[in-house]
T-cell receptor
Framework: QQQVKQSPQSLIVQKGGISIINCAYE??????FPWYQQFPGKGPALLIA?????SEKKEGRFTISFNKSAKQFSLHIMDSQPGDSATYFC???????????FGQGTTLQVKP | KAGVTQTPRYLIKTRGQQVTLSCSPI?????VSWYQQTPGQGLQFLFE???????NKGNFPGRFSGRQFSNSRSEMNVSTLELGDSALYLC?????????????FGPGTRLTVT
C-alpha cells in the first residue's frame, strides 16, 4: 500500500513534443504529490507538486494532472526540449510528512 | 539562500568499516530526511529528523542510524558496511514545522564499499 508505480520506465520524445509520465498510488492517506527532476551526478530537484484538492496545476511548461478517484497523477511536459532530458521521479507523502515514497523513475530523452 | 550541502561528496570504504555522512540543511529548515538511491531499488527513505527527534523511519537495518543537532545539521552513520551499501546517499531539508512536505535535496554522497 506504500508503493507508487511509475510508467513508462523510459521515454523518447522529439523536440517540441509532449512528454507524459504517469504514476499510480494505493494509499489514500497520501496528500502531497511532487515531481522531481534529476540530472546525472546531481540530487533530485523539485519541479512541481500538487495536493488532492486540485485536479490540475501548471507551472510554465510543466503540468500535473491529478485524478483522485483513480488514484493516479501524471506529469505533462509541453514543448519538450533537449535540456529536459533527465530522469523524472514522482513521489507521494502523507501525514506527518517528511517521508517521500518515490516511483521507480522515468528516463526521458528529447531528441533535437 | 544556499542549498542543502552534503559532505563528503565521495567516499570509498572497505567492507566491515563504518562511515559518517554529514548534511547541512537550507537555513531555517528544521526537518532533514535521508534517502538511499541505487539503480536497483531506486530512491528509498531512510529516516527523518525534526527538532533533533527521529520522526519517521524507513525499513533499513539498525546498522543505519542518524541524528540531528540543535542547529538542524544532521549526520547519518552506517556501521559494519556491506557491499550492498554502495549507493548515493541523499539528504533533503524541508521548511515546514510540524508537517513537512516540500523537500529540497542536496547533491548526495556517493559511497562505494569494496
Amino acid at each position: 500500500q506504500q508503493q507508487v508505480k511509475q510508467s513508462p520506465q523510459s521515454l523518447i520524445v522529439q523536440k517540441g513534443g509532449i512528454s507524459i509520465i504517469n504514476c499510480a498510488y494505493e494509499n489514500t492517506a497520501f496528500d502531497y504529490f511532487p515531481w522531481y527532476q534529476q540530472f546525472p551526478g546531481k540530487g533530485p530537484a523539485l519541479l512541481i507538486a500538487i495536493r488532492p484538492d486540485v485536479s490540475e496545476k501548471k507551472e510554465g511548461r510543466f503540468t500535473i494532472s491529478f485524478n483522485k478517484s483513480a488514484k493516479q497523477f501524471s506529469l505533462h511536459i509541453m514543448d519538450s526540449q533537449p535540456g529536459d532530458s533527465a530522469t523524472y521521479f514522482c513521489a507521494a507523502s502523507g501525514p506527518p510528512g517528511g517521508k517521500l515514497i518515490f516511483g521507480q523513475g522515468t528516463t526521458l530523452q528529447v531528441k533535437p | 539562500k544556499a542549498g542543502v550541502t552534503q559532505t563528503p561528496r565521495y567516499l570509498i570504504k572497505t567492507r566491515g568499516q563504518q562511515v559518517t555522512l554529514s548534511c547541512s540543511p537550507i537555513s531555517g529548515h528544521r526537518s532533514v530526511s535521508w534517502y538511499q538511491q541505487t539503480p536497483g531499488q531506486g530512491l528509498q527513505f531512510l529516516f527523518e529528523y525534526f527538532s533533533e527527534t527521529q520522526r519517521n523511519k524507513g525499513n533499513f537495518p539498525g546498522r543505519f542510524s542518524g541524528r540531528q543537532f540543535s542547529n538542524s545539521r544532521s549526520e547519518m552513520n552506517v556501521s559494519t558496511l556491506e557491499l550492498g551499501d554502495s549507493a548515493l546517499y541523499l539528504c533533503a531539508s524541508s521548511p515546514q514545522g510540524r508537517v513537512s512536505y516540500e523537500q529540497y535535496f542536496g547533491p548526495g554522497t556517493r559511497l562505494t564499499v569494496t
